[in-house]
C-alpha cells in the first residue's frame, strides 16, 4: 500500500450473541466517524445464525431491509494469501477456486465491533489472529480473561486489586440442587447480591437480588445465558468508569461516573432509554481520581489488554473503599456511551479516537510479526 492510498478497513458487527443490536448501534456510529478521507470502510455484518455478510450489511442486520444488497462472505484462516473477505460462492466454484485472489475484498485491518459471546471473548480475535489481519483491541487472551468474570476475578485476587465477595456457581450445580445452593450463597453473601452470566456482558441476564425470591428469579434468568454463573455481594456503591487506551504503555482518560436512575445500570439504562446521568469527570477529589486511573491501568495490564478498555470501578459510600467491578475490552460505542464520552472529555474526540486505535492495532501487529515463531 503507498502513502497515497487509503487503508480499507473492515468494521465487524451483529454476530451471535444477546448483545447482537448493542453491536449494531456501536458499528454504526464507529462507520460514522471513521474519516473517509483516509479509511475505505468495509462493512462486514454477522447474521444472528452467524452468516458472515458484506456490501449493505448494516441495512440488512440493523433495518431489516430484505431488499439491501449483500453477499455473503468468509475470512479463510491463511495468512499466504491477500488479506481479506472472499465470496463465499468461491467454495463451490471450481473455476472461482482455480483463480487465487478473484473476487477477494482486501482487508488492511479490522475494527470488531462485537460485544458478547463469539465476538468479545477471543474466538473472533482467534480468527483473525489465523488469518494475519491486524486488528483493534485486546488478543485472545486479553478477550477471554475479560470477557469471562469468574476468570477475571481469579486474575484479579492474583494482583491484589480490590474486589468485592463473590461465588462461583455453576448452572448444572443450580439444576441439581437449587436448596442447597441458595442456603450457600445466603451463608457466604448478604443480600443485596447481583447475579451474573459469567460471560455476557451489556448488564444482559443481570440481577439485582434482594431476598430469596429474587435470587431464584436471578439465577433461573442468567442460568438461560451460561453454564457459569458469578454472584457479587451487594454494597452501596457509586458507579465510576475509566477510559483506557494504549499497548504497553497504556493512558487513563479522566474518571466518570454513573449515577443511575434504575436500581442499577442496566442493559435498559446503558443502550435504550438514556434516562441514567453521566457525570465527566466525576465529582471526586484529584488524589482519589489519580488513584482509581492507576487501579484502572493496573487492571488493563494484569489482563493483557491492548487497544483499549473500560475498566469500572465501585467507591463505596459508606467507607470510601475502592473496588474493581470489570473491564470491557470492546467497549460501547454508541452515541451515549461512556468510553468515546470519556475520552473526548480528555482532549480526544471521536475521529481522533479511531485514528489512535487503528494505529495501535497497525503497531501491535508489526511487532508481533517481528517475533520468533519456531527455532
Same mark, same amino acid.
Given at each position: 500500500?503507498?502513502?497515497?492510498?487509503?487503508?480499507?478497513?473492515?468494521?465487524? $458487527?451483529?454476530?451471535?450473541?444477546? #448483545?447482537?443490536?448493542?453491536?449494531?448501534?456501536?458499528?454504526?456510529?464507529?462507520?460514522?466517524?471513521?474519516?473517509?478521507?483516509?479509511?475505505?470502510?468495509?462493512?462486514?455484518?454477522?447474521?444472528?445464525?452467524?452468516?458472515?455478510?458484506?456490501?449493505? *450489511?448494516?441495512?440488512?442486520? =440493523?433495518?431489516?431491509?430484505?431488499?439491501?444488497?449483500?453477499?455473503?462472505? @468468509?475470512?479463510?484462516?491463511?495468512?499466504?494469501?491477500?488479506?481479506?473477505?472472499?465470496?463465499? #460462492?468461491?467454495?463451490?466454484?471450481?473455476?472461482?477456486?482455480?483463480?487465487?485472489? *478473484?473476487?477477494?475484498?482486501?482487508?488492511?485491518?479490522?475494527?470488531?465491533?462485537?460485544?458478547?459471546?463469539?465476538?468479545?471473548?477471543?474466538?473472533?480475535?482467534?480468527?483473525?489472529?489465523?488469518?494475519?489481519?491486524?486488528?483493534?483491541?485486546?488478543?485472545?487472551?486479553?478477550?477471554?480473561?475479560?470477557?469471562?468474570?469468574?476468570?477475571?476475578?481469579?486474575?484479579?485476587?492474583?494482583?491484589?486489586?480490590?474486589?468485592?465477595?463473590?461465588?462461583?456457581?455453576?448452572?448444572?450445580?443450580?439444576?441439581?440442587?437449587?436448596?442447597?445452593?441458595?442456603?450457600?450463597?445466603?451463608?457466604?453473601?448478604?443480600?443485596?447480591? $447481583?447475579?451474573?452470566?459469567?460471560?455476557?456482558?451489556?448488564?444482559?441476564? @443481570?440481577?439485582?437480588?434482594?431476598?430469596?425470591?429474587?435470587?431464584?428469579?436471578?439465577?433461573?434468568?442468567?442460568?438461560?445465558?451460561?453454564?457459569?454463573?458469578? @454472584?457479587?455481594?451487594?454494597?452501596?456503591?457509586? #458507579?465510576?468508569?475509566?477510559?483506557?487506551?494504549?499497548?504497553? =504503555?497504556?493512558?487513563?482518560?479522566?474518571?466518570?461516573?454513573?449515577?443511575?436512575?434504575?436500581?442499577?445500570?442496566?442493559? #435498559?439504562?446503558?443502550?435504550?432509554?438514556?434516562?441514567?446521568?453521566?457525570? @465527566?469527570?466525576?465529582?471526586?477529589?484529584?488524589?482519589?481520581?489519580?488513584?482509581?486511573?492507576?487501579?484502572?491501568?493496573?487492571?488493563?495490564?494484569?489482563?493483557?489488554?491492548?487497544?483499549?478498555?473500560?475498566?469500572?470501578?465501585?467507591?463505596?459510600?459508606?467507607?470510601?473503599?475502592?473496588?474493581?467491578?470489570?473491564?470491557?475490552?470492546?467497549?460501547?460505542?454508541?452515541?451515549?456511551?461512556?468510553?468515546?464520552?470519556?475520552?473526548? *472529555?480528555?482532549?480526544?474526540?471521536?475521529?481522533?479516537?479511531?485514528?489512535?486505535?487503528?494505529?495501535?492495532?497497525?503497531?501491535?501487529?508489526?511487532?508481533?510479526?517481528?517475533?520468533?515463531?519456531?527455532?
Amino acid at each position: 500500500m503507498t502513502k497515497s492510498e487509503k487503508l480499507r478497513v473492515g468494521v465487524i $458487527f451483529g454476530g451471535r450473541s444477546g #448483545e447482537h443490536e448493542v453491536s449494531l448501534r456501536s458499528a454504526r456510529s464507529v462507520m460514522a466517524a471513521l474519516d473517509r478521507t483516509k479509511y475505505d470502510v468495509i462493512p462486514i455484518g454477522i447474521t444472528k445464525e452467524g452468516q458472515w455478510l458484506t456490501g449493505d *450489511a448494516m441495512a440488512l442486520l =440493523a433495518d431489516g431491509n430484505a431488499d439491501a444488497e449483500t453477499t455473503a462472505v @468468509i475470512l479463510p484462516p491463511n495468512p499466504t494469501q491477500e488479506m481479506g473477505l472472499i465470496p463465499a #460462492e468461491r467454495l463451490t466454484s471450481a473455476s472461482a477456486q482455480a483463480a487465487p485472489g *478473484a473476487g477477494i475484498t482486501g482487508l488492511d485491518v479490522v475494527i470488531p465491533v462485537l460485544h458478547g459471546t463469539y465476538g468479545e471473548d477471543g474466538t473472533v480475535q482467534g480468527l483473525l489472529e489465523l488469518a494475519g489481519v491486524p486488528y483493534v483491541g485486546a488478543g485472545v487472551t486479553g478477550s477471554a480473561v475479560g470477557m469471562d468474570k469468574a476468570i477475571f476475578k481469579y486474575v484479579m485476587d492474583a494482583n491484589g486489586l480490590p474486589q468485592l465477595p463473590w461465588v462461583l456457581v455453576l448452572t448444572s450445580w443450580w439444576h441439581h440442587d437449587p436448596e442447597a445452593i441458595l442456603a450457600l450463597l445466603e451463608d457466604e453473601l448478604t443480600y443485596p447480591m $447481583f447475579v451474573k452470566p459469567a460471560n455476557l456482558g451489556s448488564s444482559v441476564g @443481570i440481577s439485582k437480588c434482594d431476598n430469596r425470591d429474587e435470587l431464584k428469579v436471578g439465577l433461573i434468568e442468567a442460568s438461560q445465558y451460561d453454564r457459569r454463573l458469578v @454472584i457479587e455481594q451487594g454494597a452501596n456503591v457509586r #458507579e465510576l468508569e475509566v477510559a483506557v487506551m494504549g499497548n504497553d =504503555a497504556p493512558q487513563a482518560s479522566v474518571v466518570g461516573e454513573i449515577v443511575p436512575k434504575r436500581d442499577f445500570y442496566d442493559y #435498559e439504562a446503558k443502550y435504550i432509554t438514556d434516562d441514567s446521568e453521566l457525570l @465527566i469527570p466525576a465529582p471526586i477529589p484529584a488524589e482519589l481520581s489519580e488513584q482509581v486511573q492507576a487501579i484502572a491501568v493496573g487492571v488493563y495490564m494484569a489482563t493483557d489488554c491492548a487497544g483499549l478498555g473500560r475498566v469500572d470501578l465501585m467507591l463505596d459510600k459508606d467507607t470510601g473503599a475502592l473496588y474493581v467491578n470489570e473491564i470491557n475490552t470492546i467497549p460501547g460505542f454508541t452515541s451515549i456511551s461512556m468510553y468515546p464520552k470519556l475520552w473526548e *472529555a480528555t482532549g480526544v474526540p471521536y475521529s481522533e479516537l479511531l485514528d489512535r486505535l487503528i494505529e495501535y492495532a497497525m503497531v501491535r501487529n508489526k511487532v508481533k510479526a517481528q517475533l520468533r515463531t519456531e527455532k
